[in-house]
């Protein structure tokens, strides 16, 4: 779905590509060592999952096959797992309520205002307690009549009001005011039924996390238990740049697609380079690809590829780096990956010029999903300070349109068989699919195949397939939640008018201007720069429309 900087036999050309990371280049790599390129299109930035046909018998495969990869179409042993923890004979089961989640990147939420979001099922709001200087989670639902808190305000003293009948709450969750309360009454404002449910918070590496259970229990969980700490992201040496988007598919296709190089040079051709093969057995450049998963337990799994290693941290964080992690103390399982600040994901950091990806995958109800992702880089930092990020952020959502049509009908396929039976239904042959098959199989192993929803939502039911112009809508599912898109779309709508009103201003001059006081020069000069600002006008507002509003994607013309 997404690649990150592009590799070159020259630094300089190196550097110059990784200005356009987040999207176009295709290969982290470690420029000490070429040999450890990353091919970044080996992550596109979104999801696509390989698929067979579904009726009566398999096909026949009908494409080049190198002989390298001896294949078998009809009876092919499925791709094993080096060091598969086997915990099911202890009936263990992976509690998604127990874990904490990314909300929002705090460079995209404004303290002015409370921010509603929907993560595991759970509608809650964020907001800025200034009067303790953080972020809060509460349940966006108000005790008194259930009114969403996200549609209130931060008021004076620094409380969050609902504005249905002005009740306000302080970031512990205490109700500070009922308007309708009489003064000489008892202090109803002072009971526990009017309270606001509070969820356990932090801000780490520049996220809001928020643990999905209010039990007073939870309370100090922070203290025992940590959000995974990536420490690229608080690295000064590194760009870590934070980029959102809601998308209409479920969290299964989503984080699956990131983990699936082959859709790359076909589901997102000519948007991101791509490694060529040899032997070109087709137009796109499709090739081998040499994954394999090394450890697999119920905090996720390690996995080797050409260019380095990646980790799947369960339940949201997607790590690829091109060094091979081997800190001190560690077994290489993706439960050794740091959780605290105090160590490492896998890797050390070090003076090598690298990157890394990070994807993070949020469950937010069946059928959609929420991708917060960044590309932490530790050279040509100076790039991303001086360009806006609304201008990665165009190609970023274009590679994420390309495939997004085919992973929201592929769901859908998916779940009329049932998660479960996945591997039964998809033909995957191909060690391209290594890492596919280890989420899946982690999905079966530890969650019987699908995300726990608890009572919130029944996970066999879709969302019904809305039309093209809401499936590929921008303007809702991220600039609103983007502080340099929004900043960006209001600044180009205003251009817009200003470019009209100078044509028709311009007209207007020529039209009242006496034609003894204007030469006929002077007036074509005029006319011409009216043409100018009303097709200059006309230029911005298709560009805003396609790049922060709506951009269809037809693969047949590509």
Request: aromatic residues 12%.
């Amino acid at each position: 779905m997404v690649s990150v900087v592009g590799t070159s036999s020259s630094m300089a050309h190196l550097t110059m590509l990784s200005a356009t990371r987040i999207f176009s280049p295709n290969y982290i790599t470690n420029l000490h060592d070429q040999k450890t390129a990353l091919n970044y299109r080996q992550f596109p930035l979104s999801n696509s999952c390989v698929f067979s046909s579904i009726s009566g018998s398999r096909p026949k495969l009908t494409s080049i096959v190198p002989k390298a990869i001896s294949v078998s179409t009809e009876n092919v042993e499925p791709l094993q797992i080096e060091n598969e923890v086997d915990s099911k004979p202890q009936g263990e089961k992976y509690d998604w309520y127990s874990q904490w989640y990314p909300v929002m990147p705090v460079c995209d939420l404004d303290k002015r205002v409370p921010h509603g979001k929907r993560v595991m099922g759970l509608d809650v709001v964020v907001w800025w307690d200034r009067n303790e200087s953080q972020w809060k989670v509460f349940n966006d639902s108000c005790p008194h009549r259930l009114a969403p808190l996200s549609e209130g305000r931060v008021d004076q003293w620094g409380r969050l009001q609902c504005v249905y009948h002005g009740w306000c709450f302080s970031g512990s969750g205490n109700c500070k005011l009922i308007p309708q309360a009489s003064p000489d009454g008892p202090p109803v404002h002072t009971f526990k039924k009017a309270c606001a449910t509070v969820y356990p918070s932090t801000v780490q590496n520049g996220i809001v996390w928020f643990w999905p259970n209010s039990d007073p229990k939870y309370e100090d969980i922070l203290q025992h238990k940590q959000p995974p700490f990536l420490p690229e992201m608080d690295d000064p040496s590194y760009t870590h740049l934070l980029a959102n988007r809601d998308i209409p598919y479920g969290y299964e296709v989503l984080i699956e697609n990131l983990m699936d190089p082959s859709h790359v040079p076909y589901a997102h051709y000519g948007l991101m380079q791509t490694m060529q093969p040899k032997t070109r057995v087709d137009r796109e450049g499709g090739r081998p690809v040499d994954m394999s998963v090394k450890q697999l337990d119920i905090n996720g799994f390690v996995a080797k590829q050409e260019w380095g290693s990646s980790k799947f941290i369960a339940p949201c964080i997607f790590y690829a780096y091109p060094d091979p992690p081997n800190p001190t103390g560690t077994n290489g399982s993706a439960s050794s990956t740091a959780t605290s600040k105090d160590s490492s994901p896998g890797v050390s950091i070090s003076p090598q010029k690298r990157a890394v990806l990070i994807f993070i995958c949020v469950p937010v109800s069946p059928g959609k999903s929420r991708l917060i992702w960044s590309f932490p880089r530790n050279f040509a930092v100076w790039m991303d300070r001086i360009i806006p990020r609304w201008i990665f952020h165009i190609k970023q959502n274009l590679i994420l349109d390309s495939d997004l049509y085919l992973l929201h009908v592929e769901e859908r396929k998916i779940m009329e068989f049932g998660p479960s039976n996945w591997q039964k239904v998809c033909f995957v042959p191909t060690k391209a699919d290594a890492l596919v098959v280890g989420f899946r199989r982690w999905l079966i192993k530890y969650s019987q195949g699908q995300v726990d929803w608890g009572d919130n939502f029944n996970a066999a039911a879709l969302p019904p397939t809305p039309p093209r112009e809401q499936l590929f809508d921008r303007y809702w599912s991220h600039v609103v939640n983007c502080s340099s898109c929004n900043s960006a779309y209001k600044a180009l709508n205003l251009t817009e008018v200003v470019l009209q009103i100078m044509s028709i201003s311009i007209i207007g001059v020529i039209g009242l201007t006496k034609q003894a006081t204007m030469t006929t020069v002077q007036r074509s000069a005029l006319f011409s720069m009216a043409i100018l600002c009303f097709v200059a006008s006309k230029w911005v507002s298709h560009f805003v429309y396609k790049t922060f509003r709506y951009h269809d994607y037809n693969h047949a013309f590509k």
